[in-house]
Every structure is written in structure tokens, then in C-alpha cells.
Nanobody, 124 residues
Framework: QVQLVESGGGLVQAGDSLRLSCVFS????????MAWFRQAPGKERVFLGG????????LYADFVKARFTISRDNERNIIFLQMNNLNADDTAVYYC?????????????????WGQGTQVTVSS
């Protein structure tokens, strides 16, 4: 079974930037599609963006595309989420997820493997 471990979260101030990492193990990341989600207290898990092998491109939710950038290092099996100009609404637990079936998109149920999450807190 594959494993994902997020890191890089913490307490930042509005306007700051933050880079999250997700270390993937148990298989080759190049054989998986990957995505980032976040979940604020009392709210549902929300899709942020993902990289998909079949199109060789990253797709983003409209509300984050201008500020968030997803990348991957297949040699080191690491997934990144670069977040710029953070605001208080970005406060949430951030998760990385992967799928090997080539059909995943924005629905969390389409991803079979998840990390434990990393907390991002943005003060105003």
C-alpha cells in the first residue's frame, strides 16, 4: 500500500507564502495521478488542484488558480503545493491524495490513498 506524508504547514500571517510537501512511498509517483485538497473545520473537503498523467497537465479549482501552484518531482516522489498571498480563508487542513486508476478528478472519493494532512493557519 502506498503512503503519503504531508509537511510544511504552520502558522503564517496574511500575505505570506507557504510551500507544502507530500512525500510519496510504496510505489512510483509517475504511475499515479495526484491532487491537493483542503478541509476547514465544519466544512467539506474541497479540491484545490491536481496533476493528471493522461493530459500531462495540472488542473486547478477556479478560486485557487491565481495563487496556488502544484508540482511534482517524480524522481524523489514528492508532491508540492506552493501557496502565495495567503489569507485567513485559507486556514484549513491540507491533504495530498493519489490515484492509480487514471479516472480521478475533483471528487475526493476518486482518490484511494491519502496523507494525514498538515494544518495551515493564516492570521489576519
Amino acid at each position: 500500500q502506498v503512503q503519503l506524508v504531508e509537511s510544511g504547514g504552520g502558522l503564517v500571517q496574511a500575505g505570506d507564502s507557504l510551500r507544502l510537501s507530500c512525500v510519496f512511498s510504496g510505489a512510483s509517483l509517475s504511475d499515479y495521478d495526484m491532487a491537493w485538497f483542503r478541509q476547514a473545520p465544519g466544512k467539506e473537503r474541497v479540491f484545490l488542484g491536481g496533476f493528471y498523467r493522461i493530459i500531462g497537465a495540472t488542473l486547478y479549482a477556479d478560486f485557487v488558480k491565481a495563487r496556488f501552484t502544484i508540482s511534482r518531482d517524480n524522481e524523489r516522489n514528492i508532491i508540492f503545493l506552493q501557496m502565495n498571498n495567503l489569507n485567513a480563508d485559507d486556514t484549513a487542513v491540507y491533504y495530498c491524495a493519489v490515484s492509480r486508476f487514471g479516472r480521478a478528478g475533483s471528487d475526493p472519493e476518486e482518490y484511494e490513498s491519502w496523507g494525514q494532512g498538515t494544518q495551515v493557519t493564516v492570521s489576519s
